[in-house]
């Protein structure tokens, strides 16, 4: 009983931060002509309120794909369809044909705030408490710890709630997070579906998709393809095609209708990268401008070389030795890898990491905590755009708090808490004198608190060079950007170095 007050305590704490948040500015706010991604979001209220499904992709003169087209998958298209009709129930002007483009009013964004919040509640906090409640191996206190600090990450508060990002991530994420789940409880169709129900609510779900069947493809290999993995494998294909068939079926009716949608997902032509984001290609590009000297084919297979290269080691691992450990951490890295080096990466992608490093922060506290900072200080440049800096501070330092409260995160900086004994095991063979491993990652993470807290500030009170008018806004990213690098090196040793992880798995039945 005293879980469940507690816990609930911990919910209302991750409530009211969100709905504190959602009072302040939002993207694009009296900003006309395009305004911004609030706009878009009530855009396509409009557009697949008013309009037939088989236009919601294509260009008209009732729906122009240059202001704010649909670009994402059908599982979004509904949605937006589901809150246009409570919409119209309240207000029929705010989804106007036409006529409600820019609309703006404290009743409608307290409409559009209260859509973000449902989707929340109904999908992405459930599946935090109960993956917190799962959790084995750590007491009561500190699963309600895991769910507090969960729940306080200020990067998903700070776009969903703030920016208002044109698409909820609480939604995708919480599918995503739902599949975790069915890994955890070994009820892996369950799993198949929310992964497939995030994968059509936002593409980008491939980032936690792929390594999800990498795991699975493991089980079905450990049970045998000629007995009942064979029926494991059969069963899944099933769940994914009929889910996918269910999503896409108004879609299927013509082939030009299927080809539409998929060249609105993958939207190639907009080349390499758009904004400053913390990859490695708008990192690189202050060096070398890659985008103006290769042709734009030579850029995606680049891109698809590099991506497909980083993260094959940790799938290659997880398919040879599946476990619930390996699937976390190689969640991890396959994220990374995509939002470091696939082509046309959004800032906001960055969220795609950060949800399955938030589920492995009760494992390494300090390291997590610290990726977790940086990947917010990461959407600094979006943030102040849209008149956010003081939520961002708020959030970020009370994140921070609640982490070293909960975990006293700078006592679980030895070796075996970093969950980096085996490796420096193995190179302590050549090298006796490596025995100061944690010491340097303990000033890393000193050098890259200062280095950060700086940036912000030099951001916020300096003006750049007339010369250099992006000069903080592209600091930030590069910086960012390398401290990514340091944590995709990192989380690949921990799974490549992981010899109990096959090991101590209890055997798969």
């Given at each position: 009983m005293e879980k469940w007050y507690l816990m609930t305590i911990v919910v209302l704490i991750g409530l009211t931060v969100r709905w504190t948040v959602s009072l302040n500015s939002y993207s694009g706010a009296g900003k006309p002509p395009m305004f911004g991604d609030y706009e878009a979001q009530r855009h396509w209220q409009e557009i697949t309120f008013n309009l037939p499904v088989k236009q919601w992709y294509f260009n008209s003169s009732d729906n122009n794909l240059q202001y704010w087209g649909l670009d994402y998958p059908p599982l979004t298209a509904y949605h937006s369809l589901l809150c246009a009709y409570v919409a119209k129930f309240i207000n029929p002007d705010w989804i106007a044909l036409h006529t409600s483009r820019g609309y703006e009013s404290q009743a409608h964004k307290l409409f559009m705030r209260t859509t973000v919040l449902i989707a929340d509640l109904l999908i992405y906090i459930p599946a935090v408490v109960l993956y917190c409640c799962c959790l084995k191996e750590i007491s009561t206190k500190k699963k309600i710890a895991n769910a507090l600090c969960i729940l306080l990450y200020p990067g998903?508060?700070?776009?969903?709630?703030?920016?208002?990002?044109?698409?909820?991530?609480?939604?995708?994420?919480?599918?995503?997070?739902?599949?975790?789940?069915?890994?955890?409880?070994?009820?892996?169709?369950?799993?198949?579906?929310?992964?497939c129900l995030a994968i059509n609510y936002k593409q980008m779900e491939l980032y936690h998709a792929l390594p999800f069947f990498c795991f699975l493809l493991g089980k079905c290999f450990k049970k045998g393809l000629k007995g009942k993995g064979f029926v494991l494998l059969v069963k899944l294909a099933c769940i994914v095609v009929a889910s996918f068939v269910l999503c896409w079926l108004p879609f299927f009716t013509e082939r030009e209708q299927t080809l539409q949608v998929l060249r609105r997902l993958f939207p190639v032509d907009r080349g390499l990268f758009e904004d400053k984001v913390a990859n490695i290609w708008c990192s690189f590009n202050v060096f070398l401008k890659i985008k103006d000297i290769l042709p734009r084919h030579i850029q995606l297979i680049m891109s698809f070389c590099f991506t497909f290269l980083s993260l094959l080691p940790a799938c290659i691992k997880?398919?040879?030795?599946?476990?619930?450990?390996?699937?976390?951490?190689?969640?991890?890295?396959?994220?990374?890898?995509?939002?470091?080096?696939?082509?046309?990466?959004?800032?906001?992608?960055?969220?795609?990491?950060?949800?399955?490093?938030?589920?492995?922060?009760?494992?390494?506290?300090?390291?997590?905590?610290?990726?977790?900072?940086?990947?917010?200080?990461?959407?600094?440049?979006?943030?102040?755009?849209?008149?956010?800096?003081?939520?961002?501070?708020?959030?970020?330092?009370?994140?921070?708090?609640?982490?070293?409260?909960?975990?006293?995160?700078?006592?679980?900086?030895?070796?075996?808490?970093?969950?980096?004994?085996?490796?420096?095991?193995?190179?302590?063979?050549?090298?006796?004198?490596?025995?100061?491993?944690?010491?340097?990652?303990?000033?890393?993470?000193?050098?890259?608190?200062?280095?950060?807290?700086?940036?912000?500030?030099?951001?916020?009170?300096?003006?750049?060079?007339?010369k250099l008018p992006d000069l903080f806004s592209v600091l930030v990213c590069f910086v960012s950007c390398l401290n990514f690098l340091f944590f995709l090196v990192y989380f690949n040793i921990i799974i490549m170095w992981d010899s109990k992880s096959g090991r101590n798995q209890k055997k798969i039945s």
């Open positions: 998903l508060i700070l776009i969903d709630y703030g920016h208002f990002q044109n698409i909820y991530n609480s939604v995708s994420l919480g599918f995503a997070l739902w599949g975790v789940l069915g890994v955890s409880c070994d009820c892996d169709l369950l799993g198949s579906l929310a992964f997880l398919i040879l030795q599946p476990s619930s450990k390996g699937f976390k951490f190689t969640l991890v890295s396959c994220a990374l890898s995509f939002f470091l080096f696939s082509f046309q990466v959004h800032e906001k992608s960055i969220l795609l990491v950060s949800l399955p490093v938030c589920l492995v922060l009760s494992e390494i506290p300090f390291m997590s905590t610290w990726f977790l900072l940086v990947s917010t200080f990461s959407m600094l440049p979006l943030l102040l755009k849209d008149e956010l800096l003081m939520p961002s501070v708020v959030t970020t330092m009370a994140f921070f708090i609640a982490c070293v409260t909960s975990f006293s995160i700078f006592e679980k900086t030895s070796e075996e808490e970093l969950q980096l004994k085996s490796f420096s095991i193995a190179v302590r063979k050549y090298l006796p004198c490596f025995t100061f491993l944690s010491r340097i990652i303990q000033y890393l993470f000193l050098i890259s608190v200062i280095t950060m807290v700086l940036l912000t500030m030099m951001t916020v009170t300096l003006d750049p060079p007339q």
